[in-house]
Structure formats: C-alpha cells, structure tokens
C-alpha cells in the first residue's frame, strides 16, 4: 500500500463528508492522532495509518502517487 500525504488524507475526509471524529471513529484512530497526520504534506509513514487508508479505500477512496508535474490526489469511485 502506498504512503498518503495528510493533503490526501484531507481530500478524502472532503470527498467524503466526514468530520475528524467520523474519520477516528470509523478508522479505530484517535482524533487528535488523524489531526497531526493531516498536517504533514510528506507521505505518513505510521502504525495507524493503515487502518486509515483501509477504512477509506473501502468507502471508494483511492490514492495516487504524484510526479514531477502533479502532487499526489485521490479518485472517488463511490460514496457507500
């Protein structure tokens, strides 16, 4: 599973509608833990991000790597 950004995560919570606590709640991951995550705009690299990307692939979330000309971003398939 590729690393995500806190941009990312930020644009799927967005995509999604979600307050942090929907986010913290659906994910198992404390709020305060998510709102740290999210200020960082290099990849996570954690424990607990996992669960979080687990969570939101399954509610049609997916993550993309950028490149040299785009910033990483995400696609919504569905919103379950």
Excluded: C
């Excluded at 950004?5 to 709640?25: E, F, I, N, P, Y």
């Excluded at 404390?30 to 999210?38: H, P, S, T, V, Y």
């Excluded at 290099?42 to 997916?62: V, Y």
């Amino acid at each position: 599973m590729s690393k995500i950004t806190g941009m990312q995560l930020r644009m799927a919570r967005t995509a999604l509608k979600w307050r942090v606590d929907d986010l913290s709640k659906e994910s198992g991951v404390g709020w305060a833990r998510i709102q740290n995550m999210e200020k960082s705009n290099e990849p996570i690299d954690n424990d607990q991000i996992n669960d979080i990307t687990k969570t939101l692939i399954k509610k049609g979330i997916n993550f993309f790597d950028g490149d040299k000309e785009t910033q990483p971003y995400i696609k919504v398939n569905k919103i379950v």
